[in-house]
């Protein structure tokens, strides 16, 4: 599978920003996607997953309550909608799948795509 995060862009704390990751292939709904962000001059860190089917999610404590992360699989799209954004959320953001594994391992996702560049000026 191969994906492209998108979305990305400059705002003001406090604001919304939706993400979008599409991924190609008609097997997109088999997949477990995570969301991992890097903020700058830091290591990548988990942000949050959502299970194949969207039954489950999960998040990271630091935007949990903040953030939400939905999926239609129709669409071969996993969004990342985020509220009430922090500075400390700035950062490149990436999506990636993989079938077997969903869990806050981001090293164990198999499938990266570029990520989008989130900004938010304090």
């Known amino acids: 599978v191969q994906l492209q995060a998108s979305g990305g862009g400059l705002v003001q704390a406090g604001d919304s920003l939706r993400l979008s990751c599409v991924g190609s292939?008609?097997?997109?709904?088999?997949?477990?996607i995570a969301w991992i962000r890097q903020p700058p001059g830091k290591e990548r860190e988990f942000v949050g997953l959502?299970?194949?089917?969207?039954?489950?999610?999960g998040y990271a404590s630091s935007v949990d309550g903040r953030f939400a992360i939905s999926r239609d699989n129709a669409k071969n799209t996993v969004f990342l909608q985020m509220e009430i954004l922090k500075h400390e959320d700035t950062g490149v953001y990436y999506c990636?799948?993989?079938?077997?594994?969903?869990?806050?391992?981001?090293?164990?996702?198999?499938?990266w795509g570029r990520g989008t560049l989130v900004t938010v000026s304090s």
């Open positions: 959502i299970t194949y089917n969207g039954g489950s999610t």
């Open positions: 990636a799948a993989d079938r077997d594994y969903s869990g806050s391992d981001f090293k164990r996702y198999n499938y």
């Open positions: 292939g008609r097997s997109f709904g088999s997949y477990n």
